[in-house]
């Protein structure tokens, strides 16, 4: 069975500075791969995903995500965070041949003025 | 509307009492979802519907448990005798599914946030 493990609970960065979520999954083949944001009140919207091919993914709001497959990684970066980047963020894995997704716990993300 | 919809979006009940929450898919999406999300836990899985049928439940902690789509359309999430570890926001996603593939990209609603006192 496949699992998702974002080792940091809580993040804090200041508004400008990079950012880096680390997300590690457990899955015999290859995954499907995605990250969603889900602000207060507001359902999760999907930033990217990864399905094949070129491994760094370009996703919505100047996020992306890098697939390495030799650390069972694909961590979401973003060069320069705003405030309206304080979220709660959750990666997640999806098998071939299967619909469900599974959700790591989650990052939540503070954001310094 | 162009989302994902479900209602209520808050819902307090009492132990041993039935529960409905509803979700409406985006028109047009013939997968739909159900996940459960506790306090500080990312979203777990708990019944996908393809068309009318659900295709995997596997998810559904017990038989008090129970969801519908007999139109293909909305759906509904039935818990019968309520239990406080229950309380939880359930959300619910749909996706344009042809193949059966987990790529389809899956669009969440708000979700309904149970509390079982």
């Known amino acids: 069975a496949q699992s998702v493990t974002q080792p940091d609970i809580h993040i804090t960065v200041s508004e400008g500075a990079s950012l880096e979520l680390r997300c590690n999954y457990s899955y015999g083949a290859t995954p499907y791969l995605f990250w969603y944001v889900q602000s207060p009140g507001q359902g999760l919207q999907l930033l990217l995903k990864y399905f094949s091919g070129d491994t760094l993914v370009q996703g919505i709001k100047g996020f992306e995500a890098e697939f390495k497959r030799s650390q069972s990684s694909f961590n979401l970066r973003k060069p320069s965070v705003h405030w309206s980047d304080a979220a709660e963020y959750f990666c997640a894995v999806g098998a071939r041949g299967a619909q469900k997704l599974v959700f790591g716990q989650g990052t939540r993300l503070t954001i310094n003025p | 509307g162009a989302g994902v919809s479900q209602t209520p979006s808050n819902k307090v009940t009492e132990k041993g009492k039935y529960v409905e929450l509803r979700c409406d898919p985006i028109s047009g999406h013939t997968a739909l979802y159900w996940y459960r999300q506790s306090l500080g836990q990312g979203p777990e899985f708990l019944i996908y519907?393809?068309?009318?049928?659900?295709?995997?439940d596997s998810g559904l902690p017990n038989d008090r448990f129970f969801a519908v789509r007999p139109e293909g359309s909305v759906s509904t999430l039935k818990i019968q005798r309520t239990e406080r570890g229950d309380s939880a926001v359930y959300l619910c996603a749909s996706s344009l599914t042809s193949g059966g593939l987990s790529t389809d990209t899956q669009y969440f609603g708000p979700g309904t946030r149970l509390t079982v006192l």
């Open positions: 519907f393809q068309g009318t049928g659900a295709a995997d």
